[in-house]
């Protein structure tokens, strides 16, 4: 697009100095200017515009037609069009402007409601993804949240039904209880009990359809410090997974499924955390349904357990970009839905720089 412009002045003086007098290249000459507004800096616009206004001119000079009604009246359709093509430039430029602080903000925003966590949270390696299905676009309902606690790390990972601010809100919500709860509750059990209950309280406040059909699925989890068990409390999310150093991945199943966070007017019964075995040189991976969901131009679903099982990673970030890049190769390069990703590594006792040495294999 942008040698485009040059080309249409080229063409149209090919075209004029072919073609009889009476015929006119004209339109081309009003169209360069119009092409390279959206596109080229106003400076640019403004060197389009008057190559095409030099280019008409000359012509009717070498032909001797530059003082006839027609040629002046062609001359100034070439000089309107471009002060309208300035403009353009003017109005997109802004618009960039605009469009690029907002995005900033954005950034801004995602940021302070869902900051990435640090790389080493009580012993553990710590990597976290956020991938927008929109591109450029920052905010979204899944969220992600790890904290060092008394009890353990404990972690949150979860997606807000719905789109837009109302799903950012309910996340910061999510995140906000998550973060008290995890300092204050004994058992993984009662945090989820204060998610519930702060859903219920934003889920009350709001207005509309939200007040009976909100909902976030999430899963939760503790890592002991001294033991090497993980427990859960699924609600209602896709289940995590727990890569061995062998490259070995099991699937963890809740063994009594639950109903997502903010649906208890449909049902109560008590959370009840699962453990198991969390062994030196694992890696624990949370993600959210826009990985899942991922599929190929047949329709075809990514499924990550088949895709992640025989491979062996230097670490969790390392784990988390070969599964995007496997992700964006499975769909072509975009997904229909954003994707959290969380990974939690257990290091080797006494080997983690030489874990940071292994070799990825394919």
């Given at each position: ?84 093509a300035l403009y353009i ?143 859960l409390v699924n609600r ?76 062996v990673f230097q670490g ?47």
């Amino acid at each position: 697009m942008r040698v485009l412009p040059v080309l249409v002045i080229i063409a149209g003086v090919v075209f004029d100095v072919l073609t009889p007098t009476r015929i006119t290249a004209s339109p081309l000459f009003a169209a360069a200017p119009l092409v390279a507004a959206p596109f080229y800096p106003m400076l640019g616009t403004l060197t389009i515009a008057i190559a095409s206004l030099t280019a008409e001119v000359g012509l009717h000079i070498s032909t001797g037609t530059q003082f006839q009604v027609e040629s002046i009246s062609e001359v100034l359709t070439v000089v309107v069009v471009s002060l309208l093509a300035l403009y353009i430039n003017g109005v997109v430029r802004r618009s960039g402007e605009r469009l690029a602080s907002a995005r900033i903000i954005a950034e801004t925003a995602q940021r302070a409601v869902l900051p990435r966590p640090a790389e080493r949270i009580g012993g553990l390696r710590i990597a976290a993804r956020y991938e927008a299905a929109q591109e450029g676009a920052f905010i979204g309902g899944d969220l992600f949240a790890v904290q060092d606690t008394p009890y353990g790390v404990r972690l949150v990972v979860g997606d807000v039904r719905g789109k837009g601010l109302d799903a950012v809100e309910a996340v910061a919500v999510v995140i906000g209880s998550f973060r008290e709860a995890a300092e204050q509750e004994s058992s993984l059990e009662g945090v989820a009990q204060r998610l519930e209950r702060a859903l219920r309280r934003e889920g009350t406040r709001r207005d509309g359809l939200d007040v009976f059909e909100g909902f976030t699925t999430a899963v939760l989890a503790e890592i002991p410090h001294d033991d090497g068990v993980v427990r859960l409390v699924n609600r209602g999310h896709p289940e995590p997974l727990l890569m061995c150093g062998d490259g070995e991945v099991r699937m963890l199943v809740p063994s009594d499924p639950a109903l997502p966070l903010g649906m208890s007017e449909l049902g109560a019964w008590p959370d009840r955390a699962e453990q198991a075995l969390y062994p030196d040189g694992a890696t624990l991976l949370f993600y959210t349904d826009g990985l899942t969901e991922a599929r190929d131009a047949h329709g075809v679903f990514y499924v990550p357990r088949e895709r992640l099982n025989g491979r062996v990673f230097q670490g969790p970030d390392e784990m988390l970009q070969a599964l995007i890049d496997d992700v964006r190769r499975h769909t072509g390069g975009g997904s229909q839905d954003d994707m959290a990703l969380l990974a939690v590594s257990r290091p080797l006792e006494g080997e983690p720089e030489r874990r940071r040495t292994m070799p990825v294999v394919p």
